[in-house]
């Protein structure tokens, strides 16, 4: 079994075509690594690129008035109707072993181009419709500052990182929202932003009453993590957050307990059920741009969404892997679409009283 993962494992690390066309995979590998060694030096905020401006448009991958052709097509055509915000916070997209910075300057092209093509493309494209995107560039913390042996200082670069995403939406507030209702997406490093950003804003704060959601998988979420922002566990309910972490059916992560006792959101259902069937699934955003129906069936367990084996182009791959968290947001693509349009019109109705 070793040998067969071991030659799948160098097959990925090699397959440029496999990648290209497997965003999951592709994240999930990005993640993961075919060396066993960083590259790295220590942290001083010395070695830091400047401060990123978010006065200025260039430091921001998107805004309202600077959506990409391809996120065109799947936001609102009538943008100017829309009466919410999406604040969206990306996850890790920094994970070369070669790369010594801890943080990645705003500037640095291939960065964006993740950002864009990846992240923003497959992840936030699910709220596009709901609101206006809002998705600033950070100087995100290298993948490492969360590996055994990395965090003493990889805890500098993620609180740098996170002074970068609290800066941004200090200016979006002042200069975009105009008291408008907000949404919250956060995804892996970006949900741990997310999370401060939470509790910073909106918990026990006056823009609490703001808040119709707040999405942030891809970590362990506590169900007591705010004190006054509760986990959500209807479809229509707004003012709270829904997380989960997904799993591979029947698989779990060596840390066995690592999510056990956090919040678990079912994000087919939105309510307490268990399990569901293949056609409660909406939608799976493929990196083809196609949409996946009827795709999986998941079961909630204790910290865990265990999802079956997608049923989409080169599904036999997603065999070989345990971990979806690559997948968090577009496994569920559609599903999540649909609830934020809800939870959205249910929020503007209650408030407008």
């Known amino acids: 079994m070793k ?3 071991k030659i799948v494992s160098i097959w990925f690390c090699n397959s440029k075509l496999f990648l290209t066309n497997l965003l999951l995979v592709f994240f999930l590998f990005s993640l993961s690594s075919c060396k066993s060694t960083y590259n790295t030096k220590v942290f001083s905020s010395k070695n830091l690129s400047l401060k990123p401006n978010y006065e200025l448009e260039s430091s ?3 805004l309202p008035s ?11 055509s009538r943008i100017d109707t829309l009466n919410a915000d999406v604040f969206y916070v990306y996850p890790t997209l920094n994970t070369s072993k070669n790369d010594s910075r801890w943080n990645v300057p705003v500037n640095d092209v291939g960065q964006q181009d993740k950002v864009l093509n990846k992240a923003v493309l497959y992840q936030v494209s699910a709220f596009a419709e709901t609101g206006k995107v809002y998705v600033p560039y950070y100087r995100q913390a290298h993948y490492r500052s969360f590996v055994k042996g990395y965090k003493k200082e990889g805890e500098k670069a993620l609180k740098e990182a996170y002074k ?11 200069k975009y929202n105009k008291k408008r209702p907000i949404i919250i997406v956060g995804h892996s490093q970006g949900t741990t932003h997310a999370i ?11 823009l609490a009453k703001k808040l119709i959601a707040a999405y942030i998988p891809g970590v362990r979420v506590e169900p007591n993590e705010f004190k006054n922002i509760k986990p959500m566990t209807s479809a229509n309910q707004t003012g709270g ?28 259902t939105w309510n307490s059920e268990k399990t569901t069937e293949l056609h409660q699934h909406k939608g799976f955003l493929y990196s083809n741009g196609k949409m996946y129906a009827q795709a999986l069936k998941i079961k909630i367990t204790d910290g865990l969404v265990w999802s079956t084996n997608p049923k989409f182009p080169s599904r036999f791959f997603m065999s070989f892997l345990k971990n979806y968290h690559a997948g968090d947001i577009n496994l569920f693509w559609q599903d999540i679409k649909e609830n934020s349009l809800l939870r959205t019109k249910t929020w503007l109705e209650k408030n407008s009283k």
């Open 241 to 268: 957050f829904v997380a989960w972490n997904t799993y591979k059916k029947g698989k779990k992560p060596k840390n066995k307990d690592r999510y056990s006792g956090s919040v678990t959101t079912n994000p087919i």
């Open 3 to 5: 040998l067969v993962l």
């Open 66 to 76: 600077k959506y990409s052709n391809v996120f065109k097509k799947y936001a609102s």
């Open 164 to 174: 970068d995403v609290e800066s941004a939406f200090e200016v979006y507030l002042k």
């Open 60 to 62: 921001w991958a998107v």
């Open 196 to 206: 401060q950003l939470l509790k910073d804003f909106f918990d026990e704060k006056p």
